[in-house]
Protein backbone atom coordinates (compact mmCIF):
# COMPACT_ATOMS: atom_id res chain seq x y z
CA UNK A 1 0.00 0.00 0.00
CA UNK A 2 1.13 3.33 -1.17
CA UNK A 3 1.46 5.91 1.73
CA UNK A 4 0.09 9.37 1.62
CA UNK A 5 2.16 11.98 0.46
CA UNK A 6 3.01 14.22 3.45
CA UNK A 7 2.67 10.94 6.01
CA UNK A 8 5.03 9.85 8.79
CA UNK A 9 6.01 6.59 6.21
CA UNK A 10 6.72 8.78 3.08
CA UNK A 11 8.99 10.87 5.10
CA UNK A 12 11.25 8.02 6.43
CA UNK A 13 11.08 6.96 2.88
CA UNK A 14 12.72 10.22 1.53
CA UNK A 15 15.37 10.37 4.18
CA UNK A 16 16.33 6.71 3.44
CA UNK A 17 16.29 7.26 -0.16
CA UNK A 18 18.86 10.77 0.42
CA UNK A 19 21.43 9.86 2.95
CA UNK A 20 23.52 7.04 0.32
CA UNK A 21 23.92 10.26 -1.81
CA UNK A 22 24.69 12.75 1.13
CA UNK A 23 27.15 10.73 1.67
CA UNK A 24 28.84 10.16 -1.26
CA UNK A 25 28.55 14.00 -1.87
CA UNK A 26 30.27 14.48 1.39
CA UNK A 27 33.32 12.35 0.67
CA UNK A 28 33.67 13.68 -2.79
CA UNK A 29 34.09 17.49 -1.09
CA UNK A 30 36.36 15.72 1.39
CA UNK A 31 38.54 14.49 -1.36
CA UNK A 32 38.91 17.24 -3.04
CA UNK A 33 39.69 19.63 -0.21
CA UNK A 34 42.17 17.10 0.24
CA UNK A 35 43.58 16.87 -3.17
CA UNK A 36 43.73 20.50 -3.27
CA UNK A 37 45.69 21.32 -0.03
CA UNK A 38 48.27 18.80 -1.10
CA UNK A 39 48.57 20.77 -4.51
CA UNK A 40 49.36 24.02 -2.79
CA UNK A 41 51.81 22.19 -0.44
CA UNK A 42 53.79 19.98 -3.86
CA UNK A 43 53.16 24.02 -5.67
CA UNK A 44 55.37 26.06 -2.50
CA UNK A 45 57.52 23.01 -2.02
CA UNK A 46 58.73 23.57 -5.77
CA UNK A 47 59.18 27.76 -5.81
CA UNK A 48 61.04 27.06 -2.07
CA UNK A 49 63.45 24.48 -4.05
CA UNK A 50 63.77 26.69 -7.20
CA UNK A 51 64.98 29.54 -4.98
CA UNK A 52 67.22 27.35 -3.50
CA UNK A 53 68.87 26.13 -6.46
CA UNK A 54 69.00 29.46 -8.48
CA UNK A 55 72.53 30.18 -9.10
CA UNK A 56 73.98 33.17 -9.84
CA UNK A 57 76.80 34.17 -12.27
CA UNK A 58 79.55 33.57 -9.52
CA UNK A 59 78.55 30.31 -9.11
CA UNK A 60 77.05 31.24 -5.39
CA UNK A 61 73.58 30.67 -4.49
CA UNK A 62 71.20 33.49 -4.61
CA UNK A 63 67.61 34.59 -4.28
CA UNK A 64 64.98 34.17 -7.72
CA UNK A 65 63.52 37.08 -6.64
CA UNK A 66 66.64 39.44 -5.57
CA UNK A 67 69.53 38.20 -8.40
CA UNK A 68 72.79 39.75 -8.13
CA UNK A 69 73.12 43.49 -9.16
CA UNK A 70 75.45 43.09 -12.78
CA UNK A 71 79.14 44.82 -12.74
CA UNK A 72 79.60 47.94 -14.68
CA UNK A 73 80.91 46.56 -17.78
CA UNK A 74 84.38 48.82 -17.79
CA UNK A 75 85.25 47.54 -14.75
CA UNK A 76 87.89 45.15 -13.59
CA UNK A 77 86.34 42.40 -11.49
CA UNK A 78 90.09 41.19 -10.68
CA UNK A 79 91.26 44.81 -10.25
CA UNK A 80 92.97 46.73 -6.95
CA UNK A 81 90.43 47.90 -4.40
CA UNK A 82 90.75 51.28 -3.79
CA UNK A 83 88.92 54.02 -1.29
CA UNK A 84 89.17 57.70 -1.70
CA UNK A 85 88.53 59.76 1.63
CA UNK A 86 87.98 63.39 0.34
CA UNK A 87 86.76 66.09 2.22
CA UNK A 88 84.50 69.00 1.91
CA UNK A 89 85.67 71.86 -0.30
CA UNK A 90 88.23 74.74 0.93
CA UNK A 91 90.11 77.70 0.18
CA UNK A 92 89.94 79.81 -3.23
CA UNK A 93 88.10 78.15 -6.31
CA UNK A 94 90.82 75.82 -7.54
CA UNK A 95 92.12 74.64 -4.58
CA UNK A 96 92.20 72.29 -2.45
CA UNK A 97 89.06 70.82 -4.26
CA UNK A 98 88.37 67.61 -2.32
CA UNK A 99 84.75 66.58 -4.07
CA UNK A 100 86.09 67.29 -7.30
CA UNK A 101 89.57 64.64 -7.21
CA UNK A 102 86.70 61.89 -5.53
CA UNK A 103 84.48 62.11 -8.79
CA UNK A 104 87.17 62.84 -11.13
CA UNK A 105 89.55 59.84 -9.98
CA UNK A 106 87.06 57.70 -8.94
CA UNK A 107 86.65 57.96 -12.91
CA UNK A 108 90.47 57.37 -13.65
CA UNK A 109 90.96 54.46 -11.45
CA UNK A 110 88.22 52.71 -12.54
CA UNK A 111 89.60 53.22 -16.59
CA UNK A 112 92.86 52.29 -15.39
CA UNK A 113 91.59 48.78 -13.86
CA UNK A 114 90.74 49.51 -10.16
CA UNK A 115 87.38 48.94 -8.42
CA UNK A 116 86.73 51.78 -6.54
CA UNK A 117 84.97 53.27 -3.41
CA UNK A 118 85.09 56.58 -1.71
CA UNK A 119 83.02 59.23 0.37
CA UNK A 120 83.61 62.56 2.18
CA UNK A 121 84.09 60.94 5.91
CA UNK A 122 86.50 58.72 7.04
CA UNK A 123 86.14 55.20 5.79
CA UNK A 124 84.95 52.82 8.88
CA UNK A 125 85.95 49.61 9.55
CA UNK A 126 83.67 47.33 7.11
CA UNK A 127 84.24 50.22 4.71
CA UNK A 128 87.76 49.12 4.93
CA UNK A 129 87.53 45.00 4.97
CA UNK A 130 88.60 44.81 1.54
CA UNK A 131 90.53 47.49 1.19
CA UNK A 132 93.82 47.83 -0.99
CA UNK A 133 94.95 51.22 -0.89
CA UNK A 134 93.32 54.26 0.79
CA UNK A 135 94.24 57.49 -0.68
CA UNK A 136 93.81 60.04 1.39
CA UNK A 137 92.66 64.10 -0.26
CA UNK A 138 90.99 66.07 2.73
CA UNK A 139 92.31 68.68 5.03
CA UNK A 140 94.08 67.96 7.72
CA UNK A 141 93.06 63.90 8.55
CA UNK A 142 95.22 64.07 11.35
CA UNK A 143 92.51 64.73 13.76
CA UNK A 144 90.92 61.25 14.35
CA UNK A 145 88.33 60.26 16.61
CA UNK A 146 88.43 57.26 18.49
CA UNK A 147 86.71 54.87 16.11
CA UNK A 148 88.36 56.30 12.90
CA UNK A 149 91.80 55.85 14.45
CA UNK A 150 90.76 52.40 15.42
CA UNK A 151 89.79 51.38 11.94
CA UNK A 152 92.82 52.65 10.71
CA UNK A 153 95.34 50.94 12.42
CA UNK A 154 93.23 47.94 11.94
CA UNK A 155 93.67 48.09 8.34
CA UNK A 156 97.52 49.58 8.49
CA UNK A 157 98.43 46.14 10.49
CA UNK A 158 97.06 43.75 8.01
CA UNK A 159 99.24 45.24 5.44
CA UNK A 160 97.01 47.69 4.36
CA UNK A 161 98.42 50.74 1.95
CA UNK A 162 98.12 54.42 2.32
CA UNK A 163 98.62 57.31 0.38
CA UNK A 164 98.88 60.97 1.46
CA UNK A 165 98.09 64.06 -1.09
CA UNK A 166 98.84 67.88 0.28
CA UNK A 167 97.86 68.73 3.64
CA UNK A 168 96.06 65.32 4.55
CA UNK A 169 99.30 64.76 6.63
CA UNK A 170 98.41 67.96 9.14
CA UNK A 171 96.75 67.70 12.53
CA UNK A 172 97.11 67.66 16.35
CA UNK A 173 99.79 65.05 16.74
CA UNK A 174 101.84 65.11 14.09
CA UNK A 175 104.27 62.35 15.37
CA UNK A 176 101.48 59.96 15.79
CA UNK A 177 100.59 60.25 12.21
CA UNK A 178 104.34 60.04 10.52
CA UNK A 179 104.28 56.26 12.08
CA UNK A 180 101.58 55.79 9.59
CA UNK A 181 102.96 57.98 6.17
CA UNK A 182 106.80 58.27 7.17
CA UNK A 183 106.37 62.31 7.85
CA UNK A 184 103.62 64.83 9.43
CA UNK A 185 102.94 68.49 9.82
CA UNK A 186 101.17 69.96 13.11
CA UNK A 187 97.97 72.14 12.54
CA UNK A 188 98.25 75.59 13.67
CA UNK A 189 101.88 76.44 12.92
CA UNK A 190 103.64 78.13 10.06
CA UNK A 191 104.61 75.33 8.22
CA UNK A 192 103.86 76.30 4.50
CA UNK A 193 104.91 78.75 1.53
CA UNK A 194 101.37 79.17 0.42
CA UNK A 195 100.97 79.63 -3.38
CA UNK A 196 104.92 79.55 -5.35
CA UNK A 197 106.83 77.95 -8.32
CA UNK A 198 107.97 75.02 -6.84
CA UNK A 199 110.67 73.13 -8.49
CA UNK A 200 111.29 68.98 -7.74
CA UNK A 201 114.46 67.74 -7.64
CA UNK A 202 114.56 63.92 -8.29
CA UNK A 203 116.34 62.45 -6.04
CA UNK A 204 115.94 58.69 -6.94
CA UNK A 205 115.32 58.46 -10.42
CA UNK A 206 116.13 54.63 -10.37
CA UNK A 207 112.65 54.25 -8.32
CA UNK A 208 110.17 52.71 -10.56
CA UNK A 209 107.31 55.19 -9.08
CA UNK A 210 109.39 58.01 -10.47
CA UNK A 211 109.50 56.88 -14.07
CA UNK A 212 109.33 59.27 -16.45
CA UNK A 213 109.34 62.27 -14.03
CA UNK A 214 111.84 64.82 -14.77
CA UNK A 215 112.75 68.04 -12.54
CA UNK A 216 109.80 70.18 -13.17
CA UNK A 217 108.18 72.94 -12.10
CA UNK A 218 104.55 73.62 -10.67
CA UNK A 219 102.93 76.69 -8.74
CA UNK A 220 101.57 74.82 -5.97
CA UNK A 221 102.58 75.16 -2.10
CA UNK A 222 105.20 72.93 -0.28
CA UNK A 223 105.75 72.48 3.34
CA UNK A 224 108.66 72.70 6.19
CA UNK A 225 108.52 72.11 9.75
CA UNK A 226 107.88 68.29 9.12
CA UNK A 227 108.20 65.74 12.02
CA UNK A 228 109.38 62.71 10.09
CA UNK A 229 109.10 58.91 11.28
CA UNK A 230 112.46 57.39 13.07
CA UNK A 231 113.09 53.54 13.04
CA UNK A 232 112.51 52.96 10.16
CA UNK A 233 112.13 56.28 8.12
CA UNK A 234 110.87 57.61 5.32
CA UNK A 235 112.45 57.07 1.60
CA UNK A 236 113.11 60.32 0.14
CA UNK A 237 111.94 60.45 -3.88
CA UNK A 238 112.33 64.41 -4.99
CA UNK A 239 112.42 67.39 -2.73
CA UNK A 240 112.46 71.35 -3.23
CA UNK A 241 113.81 74.47 -2.09
CA UNK A 242 111.61 76.55 0.14
CA UNK A 243 111.00 79.65 -1.93
CA UNK A 244 110.92 82.96 -0.15
CA UNK A 245 107.31 83.69 0.66
CA UNK A 246 106.30 85.73 3.52
CA UNK A 247 104.96 82.70 5.27
CA UNK A 248 108.34 80.81 4.75
CA UNK A 249 110.53 83.55 6.39
CA UNK A 250 113.50 82.12 7.52
CA UNK A 251 113.19 78.34 6.40
CA UNK A 252 113.81 80.07 2.59
CA UNK A 253 116.05 77.95 0.96
CA UNK A 254 115.77 74.75 2.90
CA UNK A 255 115.78 71.81 1.30
CA UNK A 256 113.06 69.91 1.75
CA UNK A 257 111.06 66.29 1.03
CA UNK A 258 108.11 66.76 -1.33
CA UNK A 259 107.63 63.24 -2.08
CA UNK A 260 108.71 59.77 -0.06
CA UNK A 261 107.50 56.38 0.28
CA UNK A 262 107.42 54.51 3.54
CA UNK A 263 107.62 50.99 4.35
CA UNK A 264 107.09 49.75 7.67
CA UNK A 265 105.36 47.55 10.15
CA UNK A 266 102.51 48.37 13.15
CA UNK A 267 103.51 46.66 16.37
CA UNK A 268 101.61 43.55 15.94
CA UNK A 269 101.06 43.98 12.50
CA UNK A 270 102.04 43.22 8.98
CA UNK A 271 104.50 45.16 6.69
CA UNK A 272 103.00 48.16 5.46
CA UNK A 273 103.67 51.10 2.48
CA UNK A 274 102.56 54.70 2.12
CA UNK A 275 103.18 56.88 -0.94
CA UNK A 276 103.03 60.59 -0.07
CA UNK A 277 102.55 63.72 -2.50
CA UNK A 278 102.70 66.99 -0.39
CA UNK A 279 101.63 69.04 -3.47
CA UNK A 280 98.18 69.15 -4.45
CA UNK A 281 97.23 72.65 -3.32
CA UNK A 282 96.31 73.88 -6.74
CA UNK A 283 93.64 71.09 -8.26
CA UNK A 284 95.03 71.99 -12.10
CA UNK A 285 98.30 70.12 -10.81
CA UNK A 286 96.28 66.68 -10.56
CA UNK A 287 95.83 67.04 -15.01
CA UNK A 288 99.76 67.32 -15.18
CA UNK A 289 100.49 64.34 -17.54
CA UNK A 290 104.21 63.60 -15.03
CA UNK A 291 102.00 64.26 -11.77
CA UNK A 292 99.16 61.42 -12.75
CA UNK A 293 101.53 58.50 -14.13
CA UNK A 294 103.48 59.32 -10.81
CA UNK A 295 100.07 58.87 -8.67
CA UNK A 296 98.93 55.78 -10.57
CA UNK A 297 102.70 54.17 -9.50
CA UNK A 298 102.56 55.52 -6.20
CA UNK A 299 99.24 54.05 -5.56
CA UNK A 300 100.10 50.78 -7.05
CA UNK A 301 103.06 50.69 -5.19
CA UNK A 302 101.55 51.55 -1.70
CA UNK A 303 98.90 48.35 -2.60
CA UNK A 304 101.61 45.94 -3.26
CA UNK A 305 100.84 45.24 -6.55
CA UNK A 306 103.17 45.32 -9.41
CA UNK A 307 104.26 49.47 -9.87
CA UNK A 308 102.78 49.87 -13.75
CA UNK A 309 99.59 47.46 -13.15
CA UNK A 310 97.72 51.11 -13.18
CA UNK A 311 99.73 52.45 -15.76
CA UNK A 312 99.71 49.78 -18.45
CA UNK A 313 95.82 48.95 -17.81
CA UNK A 314 93.95 47.84 -21.07
CA UNK A 315 90.54 47.56 -20.22
CA UNK A 316 88.86 44.66 -22.61
CA UNK A 317 86.79 45.23 -25.49
CA UNK A 318 82.82 46.27 -24.52
CA UNK A 319 81.19 42.70 -24.92
CA UNK A 320 78.48 42.58 -27.88
CA UNK A 321 74.78 42.81 -26.95
Not at 11 to 17: C, H, N, T, V
Request: with cysteine; charged share 15%.
Amino acid sequence: MTPLPGSPRAIAGLRARSQPHSKTRRAKRVGGSRLLSCGFLVLAFLLVLSSLLTKGANGQTVSAVNPPMPRPWHQNPNGMHIFIWAGLKSHLPGQHDYPQFLADWSKILTDHGAVVDGALHAPSAADLEHVDVVIIYKGDAGYLNAEEKSALEAYVKRGGGLVSIHDSLCGPDPAYFATLVGGAKKHGEVNYTLGAPIPYTVVDSANPIMKGMSNITIFDEAFYNMTWAQNPSMHVLATTVIPATPSAGTHKGEVVPQIWIYEHTLSGGQPARAFVWMQGHEYANFANYQIQQMLLRGIAWAGKKPVDSLVDYVPPAPANK
